[in-house]
């Protein structure tokens, strides 16, 4: 058995990309990049994936990749009922955990979530660190102390400048501590499996996916109602494309099942469209894709995160 490690790590399953494949174009897909505005073909194992995405390197340059042979012991439970709900028949007991816990990665393995992820990190880290610096007494104490017994190149003069204009530093943290959001898909998992579940198909039209192919939100609330995504809640509806013409949709409570129809469908290719972070991805060339990305470009601009490897940094600016 072969103890070589994997470099190319997929936040897309390839079990999910597979179904989005073309016999027309050599078992590939359409790959539609935002930043670029342009549709290309490629291979399953060179879209949805990076380099190391998962692995962290360890001084001594080898890589922790626990995470990534986590996840893929996920997607490998996950493959044959992937292929039972592609037949209508739905997961029962442990088998429907398990689809669960496969969809919850899902949601949150995403670059635009990790990398908020780490960004959130990094807000919490240099409040405390504008905590030590300006805090009265803490600050007061380390002052009179560093006056007491002089350090040396310690400028007590510019230290206080420094500390009473905290704006003037930036924080800089790697994006791979936004990983730490992967723990919460075993939380989330159980409450997606007591749902409503129902795979629907499409009538005149089909379904596309993306870099971050389940979708998950809550119907309009009143105004001023401004609680989080949560996915404890009842009316909370999870849709994830199964392939180009089966469409897996959870909910709290049963829906009216059996076909989307056309204007339904480009709802919920909109969904896709919008929760992409650069890839939008089709059985087929779909002039539509770019069409809905120009339309929800300047959004979108707003949530894009950077490219994660190893020496990104998630920057914080106070």
Request: proline share 6%; net charge positive.
């Amino acid at each position: 058995m072969s103890n070589q490690r994997t470099k190319n790590q997929h936040y897309v399953p390839r079990l999910h990309l597979r179904k989005f494949t073309s016999d027309e174009i050599g078992g590939k897909v359409w790959v539609y990049d935002i930043e670029k505005e342009e549709f290309r073909t490629s291979t399953v194992e060179n879209v949805g994936s990076q380099t190391n995405y998962y692995s962290l390197k360890r001084a001594d340059g080898t890589y922790y990749d626990d995470i990534d042979h986590w996840l893929t012991d996920i997607e490998s439970e996950a493959a044959p009922i992937y292929e039972h709900l592609l037949q209508g028949r739905m997961p029962l007991g442990k088998e429907r955990l398990t689809f669960s816990l496969f969809l919850a990665t899902q949601f949150y393995r995403t670059p635009r979530r990790i990398n908020a992820a780490a960004e959130l990190i990094g807000r919490q880290i240099k409040s405390a660190v504008d905590g030590i610096l300006t805090g009265d007494e803490k600050y007061a104490e380390i002052i009179a102390d560093l006056e007491k017994n002089p350090l040396p190149n310690i400028d007590i003069a510019k230290l206080k400048r420094y500390s009473a204009q905290s704006r003037n530093y930036e924080l800089s943290i790697s994006a791979k501590v936004g990983l730490e959001i992967l723990k919460f898909s075993e939380q989330i998992a159980p409450l997606i499996a007591q749902k409503h579940w129902e795979v629907r198909q499409a009538i005149g039209g089909h379904f596309i996916t993306s870099d971050s192919p389940v979708h998950a939100a809550t119907p309009p609330r009143p105004p001023g109602d401004a609680r989080p995504l949560n996915f404890s809640d009842p009316f909370v509806q999870i849709s994830y494309p199964l392939s180009p013409t089966r469409m897996l949709f959870i909910t709290g409570a049963s829906a009216p099942s059996g076909w989307v129809l056309a204007h339904e469908i480009e709802n919920f290719n909109r969904a896709r469209s919008w929760d992409a972070t650069r890839h939008i991805i089709s059985h087929v060339h779909d002039d539509q894709i770019m069409s809905r990305s120009k339309l929800d470009g300047h959004r979108r601009l707003q949530l894009r995160s950077p490219k994660i490897n190893p020496q990104a940094k998630a920057r914080v600016r106070r």
